[in-house]
Protein backbone atom coordinates (compact mmCIF):
# COMPACT_ATOMS: atom_id res chain seq x y z
CA UNK A 1 0.00 0.00 0.00
CA UNK A 2 1.06 3.43 -0.68
CA UNK A 3 1.93 5.95 1.59
CA UNK A 4 -0.46 8.63 2.86
CA UNK A 5 2.30 10.69 4.71
CA UNK A 6 5.84 10.70 4.17
CA UNK A 7 7.75 11.05 7.29
CA UNK A 8 11.11 11.69 4.43
CA UNK A 9 9.38 14.43 2.98
CA UNK A 10 9.90 16.43 5.67
CA UNK A 11 13.82 17.93 6.51
CA UNK A 12 13.83 17.10 10.19
CA UNK A 13 16.16 19.12 11.04
CA UNK A 14 18.15 18.71 14.74
CA UNK A 15 16.47 22.16 15.95
CA UNK A 16 13.09 21.05 14.94
CA UNK A 17 11.96 20.27 18.44
CA UNK A 18 13.45 23.64 19.93
CA UNK A 19 11.60 25.48 17.36
CA UNK A 20 8.40 23.69 18.19
CA UNK A 21 9.07 24.19 21.86
CA UNK A 22 9.92 27.94 21.28
CA UNK A 23 7.38 29.09 18.61
CA UNK A 24 4.45 26.28 19.40
CA UNK A 25 4.19 25.64 15.75
CA UNK A 26 6.49 23.98 13.45
CA UNK A 27 5.21 23.46 9.46
CA UNK A 28 5.51 20.47 8.19
CA UNK A 29 4.90 21.11 4.09
CA UNK A 30 4.25 18.44 1.45
CA UNK A 31 3.76 16.12 4.14
CA UNK A 32 0.82 14.58 2.62
CA UNK A 33 1.57 12.38 -0.43
CA UNK A 34 0.17 13.37 -3.41
CA UNK A 35 -2.15 9.66 -3.37
CA UNK A 36 -2.66 10.41 0.28
CA UNK A 37 -4.18 13.48 -0.19
CA UNK A 38 -6.62 11.85 -3.36
CA UNK A 39 -7.71 8.99 -0.64
CA UNK A 40 -7.93 11.66 2.22
CA UNK A 41 -9.51 13.65 -0.15
CA UNK A 42 -12.13 11.19 -0.94
CA UNK A 43 -12.28 10.00 2.69
CA UNK A 44 -13.48 13.82 3.82
CA UNK A 45 -16.01 13.80 0.63
CA UNK A 46 -17.62 10.93 1.42
CA UNK A 47 -17.74 12.16 5.40
CA UNK A 48 -19.18 15.65 4.53
CA UNK A 49 -22.56 14.22 4.37
CA UNK A 50 -22.55 13.80 8.15
CA UNK A 51 -20.90 16.41 8.72
CA UNK A 52 -23.04 19.34 10.79
CA UNK A 53 -22.76 23.41 10.76
CA UNK A 54 -21.27 25.52 13.36
CA UNK A 55 -22.83 29.41 14.06
CA UNK A 56 -22.04 30.03 17.67
CA UNK A 57 -19.70 31.93 20.03
CA UNK A 58 -18.10 29.52 22.68
CA UNK A 59 -18.27 30.68 25.83
CA UNK A 60 -15.45 29.20 27.54
CA UNK A 61 -12.64 30.74 25.17
CA UNK A 62 -13.50 34.53 25.31
CA UNK A 63 -17.00 34.31 23.17
CA UNK A 64 -14.68 33.77 20.19
CA UNK A 65 -16.65 32.99 16.83
CA UNK A 66 -16.98 29.07 15.51
CA UNK A 67 -18.93 29.95 11.84
CA UNK A 68 -17.86 26.04 10.20
CA UNK A 69 -19.06 22.28 9.53
CA UNK A 70 -17.45 20.22 11.82
CA UNK A 71 -17.39 16.27 12.42
CA UNK A 72 -16.53 14.85 15.29
CA UNK A 73 -14.38 11.20 15.78
CA UNK A 74 -16.49 9.31 17.28
CA UNK A 75 -18.40 9.69 13.68
CA UNK A 76 -15.10 9.32 11.71
CA UNK A 77 -14.63 6.25 13.79
CA UNK A 78 -17.59 4.41 12.39
CA UNK A 79 -17.94 5.81 9.38
CA UNK A 80 -13.92 5.60 7.93
CA UNK A 81 -11.00 3.00 7.84
CA UNK A 82 -8.61 5.06 6.83
CA UNK A 83 -8.63 7.95 9.14
CA UNK A 84 -8.58 6.05 12.17
CA UNK A 85 -5.50 4.07 10.81
CA UNK A 86 -3.60 6.93 10.07
CA UNK A 87 -4.51 8.20 12.98
CA UNK A 88 -2.94 5.72 14.60
CA UNK A 89 -0.29 4.85 12.29
CA UNK A 90 3.13 4.21 13.68
CA UNK A 91 5.05 6.04 11.67
CA UNK A 92 3.48 8.63 11.91
CA UNK A 93 3.47 8.34 15.67
CA UNK A 94 7.19 8.06 15.66
CA UNK A 95 7.39 11.23 13.50
CA UNK A 96 5.26 13.55 15.96
CA UNK A 97 7.02 11.98 19.04
CA UNK A 98 10.73 12.69 16.98
CA UNK A 99 9.72 16.64 16.37
CA UNK A 100 7.62 16.77 19.65
CA UNK A 101 10.98 15.43 21.31
CA UNK A 102 9.10 13.34 23.90
CA UNK A 103 6.37 10.14 23.23
CA UNK A 104 3.60 11.13 22.49
CA UNK A 105 0.41 8.27 22.26
CA UNK A 106 -3.31 8.41 21.09
CA UNK A 107 -5.57 10.11 22.87
CA UNK A 108 -8.72 8.23 24.24
CA UNK A 109 -11.54 10.28 23.73
CA UNK A 110 -13.72 9.22 20.72
CA UNK A 111 -14.59 12.46 20.16
CA UNK A 112 -11.25 14.40 19.96
CA UNK A 113 -8.46 11.81 18.66
CA UNK A 114 -9.53 13.15 15.29
CA UNK A 115 -11.96 15.42 14.07
CA UNK A 116 -12.91 17.36 10.59
CA UNK A 117 -13.00 20.91 9.75
CA UNK A 118 -14.77 22.50 7.17
CA UNK A 119 -14.55 26.25 6.33
CA UNK A 120 -16.91 26.87 3.02
CA UNK A 121 -18.68 29.71 3.12
CA UNK A 122 -17.50 33.71 3.11
CA UNK A 123 -16.76 34.94 6.51
CA UNK A 124 -15.98 30.91 7.62
CA UNK A 125 -13.37 30.96 10.92
CA UNK A 126 -12.69 29.33 13.54
CA UNK A 127 -11.81 31.34 16.52
CA UNK A 128 -9.39 31.74 18.86
CA UNK A 129 -8.77 29.01 21.48
CA UNK A 130 -6.37 26.53 22.94
CA UNK A 131 -7.01 22.59 22.86
CA UNK A 132 -7.39 20.20 25.61
CA UNK A 133 -4.69 18.12 24.97
CA UNK A 134 -1.11 18.86 24.14
CA UNK A 135 -0.28 18.31 20.15
CA UNK A 136 -2.02 19.06 17.54
CA UNK A 137 -1.34 17.35 13.80
CA UNK A 138 -3.16 19.47 11.45
CA UNK A 139 -3.11 18.42 8.09
CA UNK A 140 -4.72 20.39 4.83
CA UNK A 141 -6.74 18.50 3.00
CA UNK A 142 -8.16 21.80 1.06
CA UNK A 143 -6.70 25.44 0.94
CA UNK A 144 -6.98 28.76 -0.44
CA UNK A 145 -3.42 29.43 -2.54
CA UNK A 146 -3.57 32.94 -2.09
CA UNK A 147 -2.68 33.99 1.46
CA UNK A 148 -4.81 36.97 0.80
CA UNK A 149 -7.96 35.01 0.56
CA UNK A 150 -7.81 33.62 4.70
CA UNK A 151 -7.84 30.63 6.08
CA UNK A 152 -4.59 31.14 7.65
CA UNK A 153 -3.45 30.25 11.02
CA UNK A 154 -3.05 32.53 13.51
CA UNK A 155 -0.70 32.01 16.66
CA UNK A 156 0.86 32.90 19.66
CA UNK A 157 3.44 30.81 21.72
CA UNK A 158 2.85 30.09 25.82
CA UNK A 159 -0.05 32.82 25.52
CA UNK A 160 -1.20 33.82 29.07
CA UNK A 161 -4.61 34.90 28.02
CA UNK A 162 -6.72 34.10 24.56
CA UNK A 163 -7.04 37.94 23.71
CA UNK A 164 -3.24 38.51 23.51
CA UNK A 165 -3.37 36.80 20.56
CA UNK A 166 -4.53 40.02 19.09
CA UNK A 167 -2.49 42.38 20.71
CA UNK A 168 0.70 40.53 21.30
CA UNK A 169 3.76 41.29 19.33
CA UNK A 170 4.69 37.91 18.76
CA UNK A 171 1.81 36.48 17.68
CA UNK A 172 2.80 35.39 13.99
CA UNK A 173 0.57 33.95 11.26
CA UNK A 174 0.81 31.26 8.63
CA UNK A 175 -0.52 30.29 5.35
CA UNK A 176 -0.68 26.12 4.06
CA UNK A 177 -1.63 24.67 1.04
CA UNK A 178 -3.28 21.38 0.15
CA UNK A 179 -1.12 18.65 1.06
CA UNK A 180 1.06 20.39 4.26
CA UNK A 181 0.86 20.17 7.56
CA UNK A 182 1.71 21.26 10.86
CA UNK A 183 2.49 20.29 14.61
CA UNK A 184 1.32 22.44 17.08
CA UNK A 185 1.61 22.70 21.07
CA UNK A 186 -2.01 23.28 20.90
CA UNK A 187 -2.72 23.17 24.58
CA UNK A 188 -0.21 26.71 25.61
CA UNK A 189 -0.45 28.31 22.09
CA UNK A 190 -3.55 29.89 21.55
CA UNK A 191 -4.38 29.76 17.98
CA UNK A 192 -7.43 30.51 15.66
CA UNK A 193 -7.98 30.59 11.88
CA UNK A 194 -8.80 34.07 9.96
CA UNK A 195 -12.11 34.37 7.93
CA UNK A 196 -12.40 33.57 4.28
CA UNK A 197 -12.60 36.64 2.68
CA UNK A 198 -15.18 35.69 -0.06
CA UNK A 199 -17.55 32.66 -1.55
CA UNK A 200 -16.24 29.96 -3.56
CA UNK A 201 -13.22 29.04 -1.17
CA UNK A 202 -12.79 26.02 0.89
CA UNK A 203 -10.23 24.91 3.34
CA UNK A 204 -10.49 21.50 4.72
CA UNK A 205 -8.19 20.39 7.64
CA UNK A 206 -7.68 17.05 9.36
CA UNK A 207 -6.71 17.45 12.88
CA UNK A 208 -5.14 14.86 14.92
CA UNK A 209 -4.68 15.73 18.69
CA UNK A 210 -2.16 13.21 21.01
CA UNK A 211 -0.65 13.54 24.45
CA UNK A 212 2.22 12.56 26.10
CA UNK A 213 2.29 10.73 29.77
CA UNK A 214 2.79 13.41 31.70
CA UNK A 215 0.28 15.79 30.98
CA UNK A 216 -3.10 15.38 32.46
CA UNK A 217 -6.56 15.13 31.06
CA UNK A 218 -8.54 18.14 31.36
CA UNK A 219 -11.54 19.74 29.49
CA UNK A 220 -12.80 22.71 29.14
CA UNK A 221 -16.17 21.55 26.91
CA UNK A 222 -15.02 23.08 24.01
CA UNK A 223 -14.92 19.80 21.93
CA UNK A 224 -17.92 18.92 23.55
CA UNK A 225 -19.67 21.95 22.12
CA UNK A 226 -18.35 22.07 18.52
CA UNK A 227 -18.08 18.44 17.75
CA UNK A 228 -20.97 16.27 19.15
O1 LIG B 1 -7.60 24.45 11.18
C1 LIG B 1 -6.58 24.69 11.80
O2 LIG B 1 -5.53 25.09 11.25
C2 LIG B 1 -6.59 24.54 13.31
C3 LIG B 1 -7.61 23.54 13.80
C4 LIG B 1 -7.74 23.60 15.29
O3 LIG B 1 -7.22 24.46 15.93
C5 LIG B 1 -8.53 22.59 16.00
O4 LIG B 1 -9.21 21.75 15.36
O5 LIG B 1 -8.52 22.59 17.25
FE1 LIG C 1 -7.15 23.95 17.99
Known amino acids: MFRVVD ?14 TADGYLPLPGLITADGLALL ?49 SDLLELVSR ?18 NILHREGDTHG ?16 PDDPADGGLVHFLPHAGALRDLDTADDARTAHHRAGDAYLLRSDTTAHRVTPLTRPGLRRTVLNFAYTTPASRPHSTGSAAELYT
Not at 50 to 79: K, N, V, W, Y
Open 7 to 20: PDAVALQPTSTERL
Open 41 to 89: RREAAGLEALARRRDFSMACMDDSPRHMTTLGGQIIGEASEEIPALYQD
Open 99 to 116: LAGEPVSEVDDPVERHVL
Open 128 to 143: AHTDDHPYALVLFLEA
